[in-house]
């Protein structure tokens, strides 16, 4: 008898435990996911029950749902994305699952990479059962997973994935603005980065202690777009960009371009309702007209001679290490 935790979509399956080889669900209604920007212990809150539920019990009742990816370097209103993709019927979107993460680490530690695969195999399979018959699921991976984009899609071979990014100024403007915890959090995302092998940009180890928080964050923006670059060629057919300029200036046509390319059949009038478009997505706070643009002149204002001159280096740094600041291959 199939336990009924694995039957229903709302049990998230949230941590990995390699030592003990399990997954631990916690109910998470699709309410719930409208409500939190991401799916972590954070904004999720206490759980009232966890189920621990062998890996391999998990593998044998996986369903075969459809799964599609939002593959993102951060900044660039992914969560808005995915969030815009809860539309009952049709799809349902999951921001961030920690499980992945959970892998990512794991494999940093050393995880042998066949048994690693095993088991990113059977997250994914639990994270694609559907909330209603006939729904695909949209997941938007944490960046530090964006390492592995390359083994998820050869595991999934009938997903499709948007590559979202901000343009590096308005990334750099990001990390600027939001102070001391985003400027270490991006030599934290870098220093996974190295560890993964993804970053060749013709850099020492002792190069990056001599660059400033931003510097760190434009290699790191750097490392994510030759990536994405060389998933768009790999993957031709699955695979289109997104700029995050063009989702937030007509973000209802950005979410239907996407829902196209993933197979999803949602009328643009019915995304411009959706609740997601209206409200900041880690806040809930609702958009004032004009508020992206006015936080991203207020970010210059304070730090306009810092950001313009960290782009100008990285665009040098892009000529000499061959990587397009521009992608093609648009939805």
């Known amino acids: 008898m199939v336990n009924p935790v694995l039957g229903d979509a709302e049990w ?23 409500e939190i920007p991401f799916l ?31 593959f993102h370097s951060a900044f660039c209103a992914s969560t ?19 499980v992945l993460n959970d892998l990512v680490g794991w494999r940093r530690r050393g995880a042998e990479a066949r048994q690693h695969g095993r088991v990113m195999v059977d997250a994914l ?46 990334f750099l403007a990001s990390v600027a603005r939001k102070g001391l915890w985003c400027r270490l959090w991006a030599r934290e995302l870098l220093e996974g980065y190295l560890r993964d092998g993804i970053v060749d940009l013709g850099f020492t180890p002792k190069d990056y202690f001599l660059q400033s928080d931003l510097q760190v964050a434009a290699v790191g923006w750097l490392a994510q777009h030759a990536l994405f670059a060389k998933l768009v060629e790999q993957f031709p057919e699955r695979v289109k960009t997104l700029d995050s300029d063009r989702l937030t ?11 196209r390319h993933f197979g999803l059949v949602i009328a643009e009038t019915d995304l411009a ?10 806040s809930g706070e609702g958009f004032v007209a004009g508020q992206r643009a006015r936080e991203q002149a207020d970010a210059h204002a304070a730090y306009g001679d810092e950001i313009d001159k960290v782009a100008a280096w990285a665009e040098a740094v892009a000529v000499s290490a061959g990587v397009s600041m521009t992608l093609g291959h648009a939805v």
């Open 249 to 259: 200036n007509a973000p209802a046509a950005g979410v239907a371009a996407v829902a």
């Open 40 to 70: 972590t212990d954070e904004y999720l809150g206490p759980a009232d029950r966890i189920e621990a539920i062998a890996r391999a019990e998990a593998a044998a009742a996986a369903a075969t749902g459809t799964l599609h990816f939002v």
């Open 12 to 34: 998230l399956a949230h941590r990995y435990d390699a030592v003990g080889d399990v997954f631990h669900y916690r109910r998470v209604s699709r309410a719930r996911h409208a």
């Open 125 to 170: 399979a639990q994270l694609a059962r559907p909330f209603a018959p006939g729904e695909a699921v949209v997941v938007k991976p944490s960046n530090v997973l964006n390492p592995f984009a390359h083994a998820v899609l050869t595991m999934r071979p009938n997903a499709s994935a948007i590559l979202l990014h901000a343009p590096l100024p308005t």
């Open 80 to 98: 808005m994305l995915v969030r815009a993709l809860d539309v009952p019927g049709v799809s349902m979107g999951l921001s961030e699952p920690v």
């Open 273 to 282: 309702e959706h609740p997601a478009l209206g409200r900041n997505s880690k």
